[in-house]
């Protein structure tokens, strides 16, 4: 049997503040209310490794669906790393590059493309060199049913830019993956 433990006033009153928070932002629209249910059931059932971000870039809307996504908590830039799966002059299959990615943990999605570009002035400037390819996120366009990937690149002086390359299309040796460094 658990020990109950008393919870202080003050603890309450910055949970009643975030509940008060939360509808208002549901009635005003700013906040889904569907993220709001979902990821108050999770905290309920104690699943707190489940409870992510949305998207900034959430691609549903335009008739997509997130077919897998990473549920690696987002890191500071400075722990991060990117590596090739390819040598020089190379390029494979989708099949290949999935492959690499799991045998090299390259367990990283969207969310942590998202807050690259959210921080884009600590990226290095060395990565501008690279296509950046976040295989742990998939999505699937319903209308053709293609898989895709998020990635990040750098076009020119605009600064990096977030896309998604279709899964099955040929992977260069100029792309990597971006690691947590160990």
Known sequence: MTAKRAVADDVLGRIARVQADLFRRVREGTLDPGYVVRGLQMLVEGRFEDIAQPLRFDKRSEGWRLIEDSNVPTEEISRLAIVPFLKRDESCSAEFMLRQATQMGANLGQRQAEYLLEHKDEIPQPWRNFTLVFPK?????????????????????????LSFK????????????????R
């Open 137 to 161: 996120t998939r999505w699937l366009f319903s209308t053709t049913g293609d898989l895709y990937v998020p990635f990040l690149f750098w076009p020119n002086e605009q600064g990096w830019c």
């Open 166 to 181: 279709r899964l099955d299309t040929d992977w260069y040796w100029k792309e990597r993956f971006v690691l947590l460094s």
